[in-house]
Every structure is written in structure tokens, then in C-alpha cells.
């Protein structure tokens, strides 16, 4: 899975679990702002910046696929597993 799908996979549960509205991951993610945990404000920092890195065609290489497989299951376990109601 690529990194523009899973970030939007990861948006698309930020607002079915959370109700963050916003236009994409980023907007999502800077609205959610401290509703988060910190370990998730960090990870979600990291996939953001490496989706602008990712455009770029020499700072794209740059960008450590297994890191960010990781910070994308990380969030994606904690979302799956929150319930918004209770929050």
C-alpha cells in the first residue's frame, strides 16, 4: 500500500472514530491537535513531512519506507482500538 492511500485510510478512521473534520491527513491531523497523544502527534509529524518529502524527487529518497510502515500502524492500531463516544 502506498504512503497517499494509507494516509488517507488513516484520516478516513481519524474521522470515523473521532469526528476530525478537515480536508486530507494534514488538516485532519493539525485540528486533532492535542486530543492526540504525544507519541501520535509525533508519528502523525513524521508521515506528514514524509508525504512532502515524497514529492520531491530528490528528498523522496531520503524517506525510511520501514519507519513509516511503522508510524502508520501505530496510528492505525490506536484509532481501531479508540472509541469516540467515550472520549
Do not use: C, N, Q, W
Amino acid at each position: 500500500m502506498d504512503l497517499d492511500a494509507r494516509l488517507d485510510r488513516i484520516a478516513a478512521l481519524m474521522e470515523e472514530r473521532l469526528g476530525i473534520r478537515g480536508e486530507g491527513f494534514e488538516a485532519k491531523l493539525a485540528r486533532a491537535g492535542r486530543s492526540l497523544p504525544r507519541k501520535l502527534r509525533r508519528e502523525g509529524a513524521l508521515l506528514a513531512e514524509a508525504r512532502a518529502m515524497a514529492e520531491h524527487p530528490k528528498l523522496g529518497r531520503r524517506v525510511d519506507p520501514r519507519r513509516l510502515r511503522k508510524a502508520a500502524r501505530v496510528f492505525e492500531r490506536y484509532l481501531t482500538r479508540v472509541d469516540g463516544s467515550e472520549r
